[in-house]
Every structure is written in C-alpha cells, then in structure tokens.
C-alpha cells in the first residue's frame, strides 16, 4: 500500500453534516458527486494529509443505507491509494485476502476502486482506490 488516500464516513445526509465539516472544524469542501455504481452521493473534504469522504447512501439499496440501518452514522471505512490496481488485488488474493469484488469498480473521482472485507482485516472495511493517470 502507499498511502491512505480517505476516510469514508457514512452520514445520513451531506446537506446537514458539511456545515459541521466546514464552519465548526474549519475545513475545505473539495468536491461533491455522485456514484452511481454504488448507490452514494459522496463530499470529498481536505483534510490537510488525507481527505474525508463523506458518504450519502442513495436510496435504501447499498452498501451505505444498510449500514447506517444497522449502526448508524460514523466511520465507514479507509481507503488505501495504490497503483495497478489489478496487480494489488491479485497479490492480496494470493495472501489469503478475501476481496469483495472480482474487478475493479468505477468509484468516486474517476478512481478504480475494490474493496477487501473487514472478515478478513480484522473487522476494518478497506478499499483499494486507483487514480493512476487521473490526475491525483
Ligand atoms: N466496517 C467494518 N465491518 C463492517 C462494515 C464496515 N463498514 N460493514 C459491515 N461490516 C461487518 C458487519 O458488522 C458484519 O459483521 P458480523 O457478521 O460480525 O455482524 C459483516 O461485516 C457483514 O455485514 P452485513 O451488515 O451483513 O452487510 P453485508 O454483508 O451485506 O455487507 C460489506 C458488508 C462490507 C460486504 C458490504 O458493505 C460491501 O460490499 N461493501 C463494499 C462496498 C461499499 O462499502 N461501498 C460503499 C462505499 C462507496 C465509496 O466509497 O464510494
């Protein structure tokens, strides 16, 4: 891994909780946009080193309504930024990874995303995100 890249954090609305980010903590909204392939509308945050993600779930499927049913809002998960995205998970399956998807997903930003399930990360839900010729 390179680097953490973001922390996702699942909130029931970005509209009420950016004034939070923004005037309470003093940061900077970089981006709003949504994500169609996994049902979110998502608030990238500077925050200095890392970005927050801020993670609306698009209707009552996915990933981020189900888990703000069943726990509420709060932190979501931590993506790592990589490079050859396909190499990384191939490597990790070969570890004994278990991955949540076969390929790459488009994700926010026009990133590669994957995700590694928190059964076998020691209960942290981690995302592979790939921006390689993206810009970032
Ligand atoms: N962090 C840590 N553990 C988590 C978790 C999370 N975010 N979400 C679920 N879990 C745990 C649950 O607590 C549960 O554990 P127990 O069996 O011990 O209770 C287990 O994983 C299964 O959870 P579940 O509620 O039954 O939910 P599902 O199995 O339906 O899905 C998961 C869980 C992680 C496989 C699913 O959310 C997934 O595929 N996530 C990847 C995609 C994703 O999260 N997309 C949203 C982000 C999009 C973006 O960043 O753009």
């Known amino acids: 891994m390179q680097k953490v890249d973001h922390v996702g954090i699942a909130v029931k609305s970005i509209d009420v909780s950016i004034d939070y ?26 925050a200095g080193n890392i970005k927050l993600e801020l993670l609306e ?25 990589v490079t050859d995205i396909r190499s990384r998970m191939a490597e990790l399956r070969e570890k004994g990874v278990q991955l949540l998807q076969e390929e790459p997903k488009p994700g926010a930003g026009g ?7 928190p059964k076998s990360s020691f209960g942290v839900l981690y995302e592979l995100c790939d921006k390689s010729g993206k810009g970032d």
């Open 111 to 117: 990133a590669d995303v994957a995700f590694l399930h």
């Open 57 to 81: 779930p698009l209707g009552e499927d996915g990933a981020i309504a189900k888990f703000i049913e069943k726990r509420g809002e709060g932190v979501h998960h931590i993506a790592f930024g």
């Open 21 to 46: 980010y923004i005037h309470t903590l003093g940061l900077t909204l970089l981006a709003v946009e949504e994500v169609p392939s996994q049902n979110v509308r998502v608030a990238f945050i500077d």
